[in-house]
Structures are given as structure tokens and as C-alpha cells.
Nanobody, 117 residues
Framework: QVQLVESGGGLVQAGGSLRLSCAASGSILDNYNMAWYRQAPGKQRELVAAITGGGITNYADSVKGRFTISRDNAKNMMYLQMDSLKPEDTAVYYC???????????WGQGTQVTVSS
């Protein structure tokens, strides 16, 4: 019943910044944990950053210190601020939401991030 739509992807030079946004069609209050995943060609999908309904965050080692995940439950929005981008960050980025204590999860369609060297 929850639909997620990512936006903000694009082409950026190495060292630049992008902010990805995820808009949810319904409420994403603290019953949902949310996360950003990414998948590059020829590589497995990986968790980039996660955030609980209460705002507790977790990051992949490869993005720590460069990316910041946040959410605004009142606006049903989640964000990924990406700074100091590297070519290896190039991937399709997906917004996800999971109902806590269940196996129910929702995925957006993804947004392409391309970082040029």
C-alpha cells in the first residue's frame, strides 16, 4: 500500500554533491525502517544507509563521513545527502521502507547516479 518515488539523481563530477529524495505515498512514521540501497552494473545490491523511525542511522563503511541519511516523517520524505562523490558511487539508488517486526517491504523504482572522473 506504500508507494515510493526517488528523485534527485543525475550526473555529477567527482567531488561534487547530490541530494536524493524519496517521497512516500502514505505515512512512514515510526512503524517503518527506511534505507537506501544501490546497485552498480555487474555488482550485487548493497545497503548504503539505513534509518529507523526514531532516527537511528547506520552506514556502509564505504560512505561513512560522506553520506547523510535523514527523514521527515511529517512530510513522508527520506533523503540521502551525498558529498565528496566518487566514480565508484555510480549506481542505481533505491529507496526502501520496511514495516518493523514483519517481512513487509516496499521498493521504489530507483534513480540513476553517475559520477564522472
Amino acid at each position: 500500500q506504500v508507494q515510493l518515488v526517488e528523485s534527485g539523481g543525475g550526473l555529477v563530477q567527482a567531488g561534487g554533491s547530490l541530494r536524493l529524495s524519496c517521497a512516500a505515498s502514505g505515512s512512514i512514521l515510526d512503524n517503518y525502517n527506511m534505507a537506501w540501497y544501490r546497485q552498480a552494473p555487474g555488482k550485487q545490491r548493497e545497503l548504503v544507509a539505513a534509518i529507523t523511525g526514531g532516527g537511528i542511522t547506520n552506514y556502509a563503511d564505504s560512505v561513512k563521513g560522506r553520506f547523510t541519511i535523514s527523514r521527515d516523517n511529517a512530510k513522508n520524505m527520506m533523503y540521502l545527502q551525498m558529498d565528496s562523490l566518487k566514480p565508484e558511487d555510480t549506481a542505481v539508488y533505491y529507496c526502501t521502507a520496511a514495516v518493523v517486526h514483519t517481512t513487509t517491504d516496499y521498493w521504489g523504482q530507483g534513480t540513476q547516479v553517475t559520477v564522472s572522473s
